[in-house]
């Protein structure tokens, strides 16, 4: 895709700058272009967060479970 230097400019891209698009969900004539760093953020905090869900999420002892481990003979 070529961008008119003007418009590069207008919008403070500088080489090697890499960016990803979208269409708008609210126009689609629209482009959305987010860089690249952006979305790496977005998806490694979206990460994080998945991962304190599922260590957050780990199932307790039922009672039943506990019981048992409680009564074996400490040796």
Known sequence: ?????KLAK???L??????????SDD???IL???PAEVLERRYTHGE???RAVRTSADP???SE???????RPSG
Do not use: C, I
């Not at 080489?15 to 269409?23: K, L, T, V």
């Open 1 to 5: 895709m070529k961008l008119p230097t």
């Open 10 to 12: 207008s919008l403070h």
């Open 14 to 23: 500088k080489p090697g700058d890499e960016f990803y698009w979208r269409h």
């Open 27 to 29: 126009d689609p004539d």
């Open 32 to 34: 959305l272009f987010v």
């Open 48 to 50: 994080h967060a998945e």
């Open 60 to 62: 307790l002892p039922n």
């Open 65 to 71: 479970e506990q019981t048992a481990h409680d009564q």
